[in-house]
């Protein structure tokens, strides 16, 4: 065999399992067709970051005023903000090339596809490995509507020649409410369109509620029980025509860019997979077990290609235990159980563990512990912000099963709170707990009361 591990994708999983796999000694080939660090360091999480930085800036000008500070006015260079981003992708690549190189990885730029349980075939060359990962990803879905190619997708937000004064972004996932946060903090005016009742399924409803009225309050337009039909284009203008419960809106919504956010899909087309009887979901995830290994022995899959949990850390979670497994010695599979998750809205959401509403699906009986406050910051600053907290327990076991928060520093906060969740502590442990003040964090260990039950009351 050329290789012992041949990974196709150079994106978190990719990567880490080829570099890992690499300090093994093992003989690792690694194929990409675009730019090294995949979806999240190159078309997601690190761009948005940075993206969600720069529109926050506005509010803080505005707040600065309470604390006594004079400030000019100010102005934002849409095309300093992508440049200075893009310098800073090309930094990270360089750096994951040195990464890669350092392992002894062999790096091949170009489109790989699987030719046989052991053979890869790239650039017209066919090479041989005892194992190959896919790692390929995900990529943004847009549905198949009259005028779907004017539409723009995360992808291409993140590289617009230029912003936008109005934008209709469709859907009521996190990146739909991420970008809408992103662009109505820079000055866009902002309309989303979704087809639900609320933003955020499969959050807690708390969570959700919570977050759309702070949306709300910060100016974005949210039209909710729209199913979007059709893009027209008119000059520069584009019109969004949609449905909803009355019937088809005649007017529809002009503006400067439609962008679809309605979901990803695995990124797993044309990889020859199909053809060598890897069982593949309807959606093309590749069906893996415990050890991400696919029905085809020699072939694995880690990552967004398997639609398990996607979320960039659980991609790097993954590559690291396959390489462990494989080539360390370890018997490591992933445990996917209580992995905290962050939406960086505006404000941004912070959440791990059960929902109350995926609690009371599994059967437990739960307490709930919830607050609402003004933070601190904003008593002098005059912003009218409301930060949320939630803790889930079980009333058999005082089990805190999953905390929430929507407000500021949620996601920092939250990570924190990550490992007394997957610990299994107690509402108790958390109450002995003494917290840090003046903080929002502290909240978490000072929550007595106890809500009513509100199933107990509807069942009186």
Not at 108 to 119: F, L, T
């Amino acid at each position: 065999m050329d290789y012992d591990l041949f990974v196709i994708g150079a994106g978190s999983g990719g990567v880490r399992a080829a570099r890992i796999a690499g300090g093994y000694g093992a003989r690792v080939g690694l194929a990409e067709e675009s730019r090294v660090g995949g979806t999240c360091v190159m078309r997601g999480c690190v761009p948005k970051k940075f993206l969600v930085y720069a529109a926050h800036f506005a509010e803080d000008f505005q707040d600065a005023a309470g604390y006594g500070w004079t400030v000019g006015k100010s102005r934002h260079s849409w095309k300093k903000l992508i440049e200075n981003k893009n310098t800073e992708l090309d930094r990270l690549e360089a750096a994951y090339d040195g990464m890669l190189s350092r392992a002894k990885v062999a790096l091949m730029r170009g489109r790989a596809r699987v030719a046989g349980p052991n053979e890869v075939e790239i650039g017209g060359k066919r090479l041989t490995a005892k194992n190959i990962l896919v790692s390929t990803g995900s990529w943004p879905h847009v549905p198949d509507i009259p005028g779907r190619e004017h539409a723009i997708t995360s992808n291409e937000a993140l590289d617009l020649p230029k912003l936008p004064k109005r934008i209709a972004i469709v859907g009521g996932g996190y990146i739909a409410v991420e970008f809408a946060g992103i662009f109505k903090g820079l000055g866009a005016e902002v309309i989303l369109v979704y087809r639900g009742e609320m933003v955020l399924r499969g959050f807690d409803h708390d969570v959700r509620a919570h977050l759309q009225e702070e949306m709300k309050k910060k100016g974005i337009d949210i039209r909710l029980g729209r199913e979007p039909v059709a893009i027209e284009k008119k000059g520069r203008t584009y019109i969004l025509r949609f449905r909803e419960a009355s019937g088809m809106d005649t007017d529809g919504i002009a503006c400067d860019a439609v962008m679809y956010a309605t979901g990803r899909a695995p990124n797993t087309r044309k990889l020859g997979l199909e053809a060598l009887g890897v069982a593949m979901a309807p959606n093309g995830a590749i069906k893996v077990d415990q050890w991400s290994r696919s029905s085809v022995p020699s072939i694995y899959a880690v990552g967004d290609a398997t639609d398990r949990i996607n979320l960039t850390p659980v991609a790097l979670m993954e590559g690291h235990a396959l390489a462990d497994t494989m080539f360390g010695n370890l018997k490591r599979p992933v445990d996917h159980e209580n992995v905290p998750m962050a939406v960086f809205s505006q404000p941004p959401v912070g959440s791990v563990g059960l929902s109350e509403e995926r609690a009371r699906e599994k059967g437990f009986t739960i307490d709930l512990y919830r607050t609402s406050f003004k933070a601190m910051k904003h008593t002098l600053s005059g912003r009218d912000e409301r930060t949320m907290m939630k803790l889930v327990v079980d009333q058999a076991t005082d089990r805190v099963l999953g905390a929430h928060m929507v407000g500021q520093d949620a996601p920092e906060i939250i990570q924190g709170i990550a490992i007394a969740v997957k610990a299994g502590l107690t509402k108790a442990q958390f109450d002995q707990t003494i917290g840090i003040h003046p903080t929002a964090a502290e909240e978490f260990v000072t929550l007595r009361q106890k809500m009513p039950d509100a199933e107990a009351k509807a069942a009186e």
